[in-house]
């Protein structure tokens, strides 16, 4: 345990000393603002990726309407900054919670449908969300709201880490491990006595919560946000994440969230073939990885590869 | 047997539609005994079992254990109450360790909460100590800690099933149900699951109630038997008993069979 309790300390030491370099980079204009605006999008959609990573790959709930959660945040956080007033931070959580609750409102009924139906019924939330927005002037229906730019590195940072930090503790421990035995057999969980619907639901507020936070960053780094950016589209970009990733691999979710990030914001100096060029990248990945990038292991493993060969190499099956 | 039933069902039955699946079901378990289902295929067993663990919501009768209803209740509120199940085709938690398929069973005993494991307060730490503790001792019963961090899916059949039976302990119950645990399973694999049954009756103060087709298993070890067909009990007694009963060959092998003997 002591040694758990370690390399968790190692590990966040060393995502602020990363974060020291990357900080200093940018204040000595090393990294011009580009670059720096590229690693805040990066820092976004990792957290959106990691956040639906926990709802699909964890918890084995299809759902594909992440972009509804991003929406809310985005207007709810713009609205407390623009409208009322407060500052960044609040509004960063009040998009947060306000998603999170959205979460829970459908979560609960949608949670009970499996598969296919899920996947429409979030698809469908979603959209319902999109196109309130589209049609309340209070926050300029379709020509869109006005954000003043507030996110920087150190926020998207922040919130990147405290995203991955509550979702990797989450997954190890009771809770996560009842979430996963969901995602692997439902009636045997049941059988086990784990309340399926509760973690179902729980699960899908976390992810909805920093989906959420997502949201405040984004609205916060475009100076304009549309309902149009909240598509299904935008949905099935943050489940490309997931999947290209690994289901079930936090890791692959990061990794490939950076990868394709970096992809397209380099091809948007190909305007035409830029898609053409997306679209066969994740077709190779498809084709060759067809687990995606990471399978269900996590980059950990790889560390602790040696270990693992000796217990294989030990192994001995009683009686 | 002067004490109270552990379980007691009474005129149980379910519909599927107009199929009346299990009809006038009658049992009676009285703590620390070891009860055979038996019956041809497709006789109802599993739907039992599924009735006496929350999986269909019985249509008619009542199902009592240690006194209270329990039928209508969910199936994790009803493993909360103290009935624990195994599986006929293994339902493992095939991606988790064999160390986790343990631990999801001991999760409705923990008490650490979702906040504390978030921030990784001290109730975590100790809640999580606990629950690998007990893990680990049961898996040494059951032969399994020397593959404990294997995924469950790589494990021999046998390993399977035994650990299935282990997991359906861990989750603390007073009354276990076997869905044909011997399924499979070669004769030497058999006695040994003879044996380890006996052993976790005793050990773990189980009232069991199993269902299987190995005659050589039920004769062996249940104390009294029941024989379902078509839905209903046709005969119940010691194995013997049943062994001799007329309307248990009759399902078994045909009434031409009784007539020639007769």
Same mark, same amino acid.
């Given at each position: 345990?002591?040694?758990?309790?370690?390399?968790?300390?190692?590990?966040?030491?060393?995502?602020?000393?990363?974060?020291?370099?990357? &900080?200093?980079?940018?204040?000595?204009?090393? !990294?011009?603002?580009?670059?720096?605006?590229?690693l805040?999008?990066?820092?976004?959609?990792?957290?959106?990726?990691?956040?639906?990573?926990?709802? !699909?790959?964890?918890?084995?709930?299809?759902? !594909?309407?992440?972009?509804?959660?991003?929406?809310?945040?985005?207007?709810?956080?713009?609205?407390?900054t623009?409208?009322?007033?407060?500052?960044?931070?609040?509004?960063?959580?009040?998009?947060?919670?306000?998603?999170?609750?959205?979460?829970?409102?459908?979560?609960?009924?949608?949670?009970?449908?499996?598969?296919?139906?899920?996947?429409?019924?979030?698809?469908?939330?979603?959209?319902?969300?999109?196109i309130?927005?589209?049609?309340?002037?209070?926050?300029?229906?379709?020509?869109?709201?006005?954000v003043?730019?507030?996110?920087?590195?150190?926020?998207?940072?922040l919130?990147?880490?405290?995203?991955?930090?509550?979702?990797?503790? $989450?997954t190890?421990s009771?809770h996560?491990?009842?979430?996963?035995?969901?995602?692997?057999?439902?009636?045997?969980?049941?059988?086990?006595?784990?309340?399926?619907?509760?973690?179902?639901?729980?699960?899908?507020?976390?992810?909805?919560?920093?989906?959420?936070?997502?949201?405040?960053?984004?609205?916060?780094?475009?100076?304009i946000?549309?309902?149009?950016?909240?598509? $299904?589209?935008?949905?099935?970009?943050?489940?490309?994440?997931?999947?290209?990733?690994?289901?079930?691999s936090?890791?692959?979710?990061?990794?490939?969230?950076?990868?394709?990030?970096?992809?397209?914001?380099?091809?948007?100096?190909?305007?035409?073939?830029?898609?053409i060029?997306y679209?066969?990248?994740?077709?190779?990945?498809?084709?060759?990885?067809?687990?995606?990038?990471?399978?269900?292991?996590?980059?950990?493993?790889? $560390?602790?590869?040696?270990?693992?060969?000796?217990?294989?190499?030990?192994? &001995?099956?009683?009686? | 047997?002067?004490?109270?039933p552990?379980?007691?069902?009474?005129?149980?039955?379910?519909?599927?539609? =107009?199929?009346?699946?299990?009809?006038?079901?009658?049992?009676?378990?009285?703590? *620390?005994?070891?009860?055979?289902?038996i019956?041809?295929? =497709?006789?109802?067993?599993?739907?039992?079992?599924?009735?006496l663990?929350?999986?269909?919501?019985?249509?008619? =009768?009542?199902?009592?254990?240690?006194?209270?209803?329990?039928?209508?209740?969910?199936?994790?509120?009803?493993?909360?109450? *103290?009935?624990?199940?195994?599986?006929?085709?293994?339902?493992?938690f095939?991606?988790?360790?064999?160390?986790?398929?343990?631990?999801?069973?001991?999760?409705?005993?923990?008490?650490?909460?979702?906040?504390?494991?978030?921030?990784?307060?001290r109730?975590?730490?100790?809640?999580?100590?606990?629950?690998?503790?007990?893990?680990?001792?049961?898996?040494?019963?059951?032969q399994?800690?020397?593959?404990?961090?294997?995924?469950?899916k790589?494990?021999?059949?046998?390993?399977?099933?035994?650990?299935e039976?282990?997991?359906?302990?861990?989750? *603390?119950?007073?009354?276990?149900?076997?869905?044909?645990?011997?399924?499979?399973?070669?004769?030497?694999?058999?006695?040994?699951?003879?044996?380890?049954?006996?052993?976790?009756?005793?050990?773990?103060?189980?009232?069991?109630?199993?269902?299987?087709?190995?005659?050589?298993?039920?004769? *062996?070890?249940?104390?009294?038997?029941?024989?379902?067909?078509?839905?209903?009990?046709?005969?119940?007694?010691?194995?013997?008993?049943?062994?001799?009963h007329?309307?248990?060959?009759e399902?078994?092998?045909?009434?031409?069979?009784?007539?020639?003997?007769a």
């Amino acid at each position: 345990m002591l040694k758990k309790v370690n390399t968790f300390w190692l590990a966040i030491i060393l995502a602020f000393v990363f974060y020291g370099v990357i &900080q200093l980079l940018i204040s000595t204009a090393i !990294i011009n603002p580009f670059y720096s605006n590229t690693l805040i999008f990066i820092c976004i959609n990792i957290i959106l990726a990691v956040s639906l990573h926990l709802v !699909i790959g964890i918890t084995g709930q299809f759902s !594909i309407g992440h972009a509804g959660f991003l929406a809310l945040g985005a207007y709810i956080s713009a609205i407390m900054t623009m409208e009322l007033g407060m500052p960044f931070s609040l509004a960063l959580v009040a998009g947060g919670i306000v998603a999170a609750l959205a979460g829970l409102v459908v979560g609960i009924p949608s949670l009970r449908l499996r598969g296919d139906y899920l996947a429409i019924a979030t698809l469908g939330f979603a959209e319902i969300i999109r196109i309130i927005f589209l049609n309340i002037d209070y926050v300029g229906g379709a020509a869109g709201m006005q954000v003043t730019h507030a996110t920087t590195w150190t926020t998207s940072f922040l919130c990147l880490l405290l995203t991955i930090v509550v979702i990797v503790n $989450f997954t190890n421990s009771r809770h996560g491990r009842a979430c996963i035995s969901i995602r692997e057999n439902e009636i045997a969980a049941d059988a086990m006595g784990i309340n399926t619907t509760y973690y179902k639901v729980t699960a899908f507020v976390i992810g909805s919560f920093f989906a959420g936070i997502a949201g405040g960053l984004y609205a916060h780094n475009f100076y304009i946000i549309q309902p149009v950016n909240f598509g $299904f589209l935008k949905s099935f970009d943050i489940l490309i994440f997931v999947v290209l990733g690994g289901l079930g691999s936090l890791s692959g979710a990061v990794i490939s969230a950076i990868l394709l990030t970096v992809v397209s914001t380099f091809l948007q100096e190909l305007p035409e073939t830029r898609m053409i060029i997306y679209s066969l990248v994740l077709v190779m990945v498809m084709l060759y990885r067809p687990q995606g990038l990471m399978g269900t292991r996590e980059i950990t493993d790889y $560390f602790g590869k040696w270990k693992w060969k000796r217990i294989k190499g030990g192994n &001995q099956y009683g009686g | 047997m002067e004490d109270k039933p552990i379980l007691h069902v009474s005129q149980v039955g379910i519909n599927f539609g =107009g199929l009346k699946a299990v009809d006038g079901f009658n049992l009676k378990l009285y703590p *620390g005994e070891l009860i055979g289902l038996i019956g041809p295929n =497709g006789a109802g067993k599993t739907t039992v079992f599924n009735l006496l663990t929350g999986v269909y919501t019985p249509t008619e =009768g009542e199902i009592m254990l240690n006194g209270e209803r329990i039928n209508g209740l969910a199936p994790f509120k009803v493993t909360r109450k *103290g009935i624990s199940r195994t599986f006929q085709n293994v339902r493992l938690f095939n991606e988790q360790s064999v160390l986790d398929n343990v631990k999801v069973a001991y999760h409705s005993l923990a008490r650490h909460s979702i906040i504390s494991s978030i921030f990784r307060l001290r109730n975590h730490f100790i809640g999580e100590q606990e629950m690998e503790a007990k893990a680990i001792d049961l898996l040494k019963i059951f032969q399994l800690d020397k593959v404990k961090d294997e995924k469950a899916k790589n494990l021999p059949y046998g390993g399977q099933r035994r650990l299935e039976i282990a997991r359906a302990l861990a989750a *603390g119950p007073e009354l276990l149900l076997l869905d044909e645990p011997a399924a499979g399973m070669n004769p030497q694999e058999t006695n040994d699951l003879m044996e380890l049954i006996s052993f976790i009756r005793e050990q773990f103060n189980l009232t069991i109630l199993l269902i299987e087709h190995d005659m050589k298993l039920v004769m *062996g070890i249940c104390e009294r038997i029941s024989v379902l067909d078509h839905g209903l009990l046709i005969a119940e007694g010691t194995p013997d008993e049943v062994r001799n009963h007329p309307k248990v060959i009759e399902a078994y092998l045909g009434e031409e069979v009784i007539s020639n003997h007769a």
